[in-house]
Nanobody, 126 residues
Framework: DVHLVESGGALAQPGESLRLTCAAS????????MSWVRQAPGKGLEWVAR????????WYSDRVKVRFTISRHNAKDTLYLDLSSLKAEGTAMYYC???????????????????RGQGTLDNVSS
């Protein structure tokens, strides 16, 4: 079975940095694109960042571009999201997810997502 486990979420202050980690198992991690999505309380799921199967291509939401970096280590079956210059965005659950299809479009449908992990909570407040 596909298994994705996120970690690294924390209570942080604006301007700080965090690293989120997603440990993958149960599938050939290096064979397909992966993504990070997030959901704030009472809001819908939104794309944050995507990375191609070998890390050669990435995409970022305009909201996080420049501040966040997605990366992957296929030999370790691990996906990362480095968050820097955090803004006082409140609380959001960050999920790593497989992608069924790659897209560079901001408006890519969420149906492009495959299996998601349970999420890790990030709370940025002053």
């Amino acid at each position: 079975d596909v298994h994705l486990v996120e970690s690294g979420g924390a209570l942080a202050q604006p301007g700080e940095s965090l690293r989120l980690t997603c440990a993958a198992s149960g599938f050939t991690f290096g064979s397909g694109p992966m993504s990070w999505v997030r959901q704030a309380p009472g809001k819908g799921l939104e794309w944050v960042a995507r990375i191609s199967y070998n890390g050669g291509a990435t995409w970022y939401s305009d909201r996080v571009k420049v501040r966040f970096t997605i990366s992957r280590h296929n030999a370790k079956d691990t996906l990362y999201l480095d968050l820097s210059s955090l803004k006082a965005e409140g609380t959001a659950m960050y999920y790593c997810a497989k992608m069924r299809y790659w897209s560079f479009l901001e408006s890519a449908p969420l149906s492009y997502l495959g299996t998601r992990g349970q999420g890790t909570l990030d709370n940025v407040s002053s």
